[in-house]
């Protein structure tokens, strides 16, 4: 079974059809990313995926929960579902690690020395070892951002999304945070990411999916993807270098 099924998922926001049928299966270990134009849904898409906005009609279906708005689905579905934003809202009067340590001990009740014990174990893997007991205001924004995914990887999730999470970046910090989901994506955690940087999305990314205006466009392996794109719009996308 897949880890994300997607099934023609129709999505309103009152009159405005924003997702028109949208289907995507992504099996485990693969990373998806999701490029297209703005306001073309790729951020709905994700947010229905984990449940934080209702669709209308369809069914998606994430890590063996069904998602719907029933309030014990979602805190099941949301402990294995992580996700980023482009803003990091880090908790500024809590260190590093007390940010980390937050969700797994108030949402799953793991024990403190346990909690700890992840907080170093996720922090390491963002390279950030040395930032245990910094404040967030003391680091820098690509610092601030592998706090954010460290803090998410300390759920333990199944799936990773990402959402424009090197947007809000000055281009020096981007490089940084791309290696980090890079070798998140290696590690095999199962990712779809909303992403600007068509390298990343050609290099990391096993499938990519452009979106348009309301509907997957067109999709394909990346590498072919970006190497032939099949449509009119696609082909405009990438020669406008997003
Ligand atoms: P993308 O992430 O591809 O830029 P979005 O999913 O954010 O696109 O938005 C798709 C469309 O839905 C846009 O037309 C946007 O204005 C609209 N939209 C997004 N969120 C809302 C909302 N909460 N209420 C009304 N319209 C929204
Ligand atoms: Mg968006």
């Known amino acids: 079974m897949p880890a994300v099924l997607i099934e023609d998922v129709h999505k309103s926001y009152g009159k405005l059809e ?7 299966s992504v099996e485990t270990g693969q990373v998806v990313a999701l490029i297209g134009r703005s306001g073309s849904g790729k951020s709905t898409m994700l947010r229905c995926i984990n449940g934080l906005e209702a669709f209308q009609s369809g069914r998606i279906e994430v890590a063996g929960h069904v998602v719907d708005q029933d309030p014990k689905r979602l805190r099941a579905l949301r402990k294995d579902v992580g996700i980023v934003f482009q803003s990091y809202n880090l908790f500024p009067h809590l260190t590093v690690g007390q940010n980390i340590m ?5 949402t799953k009740n793991v024990p403190q020395a346990e909690a700890l014990a992840l907080a170093k174990d996720v922090l390491a ?13 003391n680091l820098s924004g690509g610092q601030q951002q592998r706090v954010a995914i460290a803090r998410s990887l300390a759920m333990q999730p199944k799936v990773m999304l990402f959402d424009e999470v090197t947007s809000a970046l000055d281009p020096e910090l981007t490089g940084e945070v791309l290696l980090v989901m890079e070798k998140l994506a290696k590690g095999g955690m199962t990712m779809i990411l909303v992403t600007h940087e068509m390298n990343f999305a050609r290099n990391v990314a096993n499938t990519t999916v452009f979106m348009h205006q309301g509907k997957i466009w067109e999709q394909g392996p990346s590498r072919e993807l970006f190497a032939a794109p099949q449509t009119p719009e696609l082909q405009g996308f990438v020669k406008a270098g997003a």
């Open 125 to 137: 893997q963002v390279g950030l070892s040395d930032k245990f007991d910094s404040y967030p205001d």
């Open 102 to 106: 937050l969700s797994p001990r108030i």
């Open 18 to 24: 924003v997702l028109k049928g949208v289907s995507l």
